[in-house]
């Protein structure tokens, strides 16, 4: 595991490794109505929680991101053109067989836009170490990890490689958890064994509880940061927790916003908070960039940040 300050690196590039999906996003107002119609708004837009970190880390345009990722040949290109609009360099591998990953989110456009989504990961998770490259960290200070990497044997066995090159290195590796439905499948100690050598956790509310049973937000950041040297836990409308060595040292306000789609806030959050870190913020000021993000991507239908001209 590498020894420095999780924010005292700046310069160079960040690496993301994770999925390139497509979302077909739902909007509708109410309860669905079963074995029947109900009325939505619907719109085909790129996404996954990799790439959507990676765009959202590019937004400001002071950080080089590049995205390590897997989709299907029926997309590749469509892929690849949305993510260098937002300033990613993207490095995508077009599967044989598997198609391109597709999540439907349906939202509740009520109060609170809360969304469920139905997941074919689909060529997402068929990542494995023959994609992986050492030269894949040349001139990068920080890799970051998709945490759906973890849900599939060979994507967990790029992960594992992965790691082993960035700690040969000494680059620091963050990892967002991703889903608390497939870390409930996954399981929790099976979890905790995989990430032993990450250096920044960001789980939000639900993932923090699920993998320590605390539901007191605090504790279980406090709980987790044993086993990870910085824990951020993202708590939506209510900010963001930071935890070192068995303690919460900082609670960082949440920005304002009226929520439309929150479909990729977290990864907002994580884009936001990362790129900060390149450019030499402290975890706490990254944390702040990270909550402006999270309020104006709930603010947005879809995961990704405005394209920038």
């Known amino acids: 595991m590498t020894t420095d300050r999780p924010g005292s690196r700046a310069g160079g590039a960040l690496l993301v490794v994770g999925d390139v999906i497509t979302d077909v996003v739902a909007r509708h107002r109410g309860p669905l109505a079963g074995g029947t119609d109900t ?3 619907i719109r085909t837009v790129p996404g996954g929680a990799g790439a959507n970190v990676a765009c959202w880390a590019a937004r400001g345009g002071g950080a080089e991101v590049r995205l390590l990722g897997r989709v299907g040949a029926e997309t590749a ?5 949305e993510l260098a609009a937002c300033g990613v360099r993207p490095r995508l591998v077009v599967d044989p067989e598997a198609p391109t990953g597709t999540v439907i989110c349906l939202v509740d456009t009520g109060a609170a836009a809360e969304r469920t989504l139905l997941t074919d990961s689909g060529a997402s998770l068929r990542l494995t170490p023959d994609d992986w490259s050492d030269a894949l960290l040349d001139g990068v200070v920080r890799l970051h990890l998709s945490g759906y990497l973890l849900f599939s044997e060979s994507s967990r066995a790029l992960v594992a490689v992965a790691l082993e090159s960035a700690r040969a290195r000494g680059v620091p590796v963050s990892l967002d958890p991703a889903s608390a439905g ?3 499948e996954l399981g929790v100690d099976r979890f905790l064994a995989l990430v032993e050598e990450v250096d920044v956790l960001l789980p939000s509310r639900d993932e923090a509880y699920l993998l320590t049973g605390l539901p007191d ?3 279980a950041a406090a709980k987790l940061s044993r086993h990870v040297p910085l824990v951020v836990a993202k708590q939506g409308s209510e900010g963001a927790l930071l935890a070192r060595s068995g303690s919460v040292y900082a609670q960082v306000p949440a920005v304002a916003a009226t929520p439309r789609d929150t479909t990729g806030a977290g990864d907002a959050f ?7 870190l390149l450019t030499g913020a402290e975890p706490e000021e990254a944390a702040a960039e990270g909550c402006a993000a999270g309020a104006l991507a709930v603010e947005r239908v879809g995961g990704r940040p405005p394209v920038r001209d």
């Open 182 to 184: 497939f870390l409930r």
């Open 270 to 276: 994580t884009g936001a908070f990362l790129a900060a």
């Open 77 to 81: 290109a469509w892929h690849e053109r």
């Open 217 to 219: 937000p605090a504790d």
């Open 39 to 41: 009325a939505a708004a």
